[in-house]
């Protein structure tokens, strides 16, 4: 190939020769030059790294302090604790148990670790509890009631109407309850609670306030002492509902007549209905 270059006002016909002074390219992706490329990729990602754990050390550090401050201010100060649905438990002691005070900062106060501490009290069934900001908190107790005395080694307890024992009878908080005999361990405290209901809805003709005693035997059969009327009920409680209807007709029957003051006792077996009725004293 040929060139012409003009160079001092002469015309100059050659062949272009390469520059032989000219230093080679060095080629790409050498090793030297990998290596450099690196080196400088990893101090970035470093100082990146560095950056990035220094920002958040410094946000963790701001939230921290941000819940210290709020958590002591005295804006967040507990100015009324309400608590509902207790009647064995008086206020002190539910404050006592759940460690709470007026004062105390509401955001300050774990609310499921609250209720979780007032569900372990056997009179306890449920607890729940609410925060109103800034200082308000409610507490809302669900009971357990008591519906029968029990007796086990040497001392009485209060149990619920399932028979399921609550706590020991105390002597600042008597209450006059019915004794709850079992034979078994496993009888059927579901049925029982449901029989206290009926009483206690006066579904039947005696209320829970007229027994002095009730005895589940091994036989499957249920007692009842009526303490007012001076006679006892028996009936089995593989179909103690149906037991119940006849019970009931009879005892309105002879209630009518004029007759329950003169009965011992009234049992229904397979169907039928048994009236036991006082011996009248003979004159001598």
Request: aromatic share 8%; proline share 5%; net charge positive.
């Amino acid at each position: 190939m040929s060139t012409i270059a003009l160079r001092s006002g002469r015309l100059k016909v050659g062949v272009k020769r390469p520059n032989r002074l000219k230093k080679a390219a060095r080629p790409e992706g050498s090793p030297l030059a990998n290596g450099v490329s690196f080196v400088g990729g990893l101090f970035k990602g470093l100082a990146c790294l560095a950056l990035l754990l220094g920002l958040l050390g410094a946000l963790g550090f701001g939230l921290l302090y941000g819940y210290r401050y709020v958590t002591t201010h005295p804006y967040f100060a507990l100015k009324d604790i309400q608590v509902t649905g207790n009647s064995r438990l008086n206020y002190g002691e539910v404050l006592a148990l759940a460690d709470i005070a007026l004062g105390q900062n509401a955001l300050d106060v774990n609310v499921s670790e609250v209720e979780r501490i007032l569900a372990q009290n056997p009179w306890v069934a449920k607890a729940s509890v609410r925060r109103e900001l800034p200082g308000r908190l409610s507490i809302h107790l669900e009971e357990r009631q008591p519906a029968f005395w029990i007796q086990k080694n040497g001392q009485i307890l209060y149990a619920d109407a399932s028979g399921q024992v609550i706590a020991p009878v105390e002597p600042g908080q008597f209450h006059s309850l019915p004794l709850l005999e079992v034979d078994q361990e496993a009888f059927a405290g579901e049925t029982l609670a449901a029989i206290v209901g009926m009483m206690q809805s006066r579904d039947l003709p005696f209320g829970l306030g007229q027994i002095a005693w009730v005895h589940m035997t091994s036989s499957g059969d249920a007692e009842f002492q009526l303490d007012t009327e001076g006679f006892n009920l028996r009936f089995p409680m593989r179909d103690w509902r149906a037991e119940l209807a006849r019970i009931s007709a009879v005892w309105q029957d002879l209630r009518r007549r004029g007759e329950l003051s003169g009965v011992v006792s009234i049992a229904a077996v397979e169907g039928m209905v048994c009236v036991q009725k006082k011996t009248p004293l003979r004159p001598s």
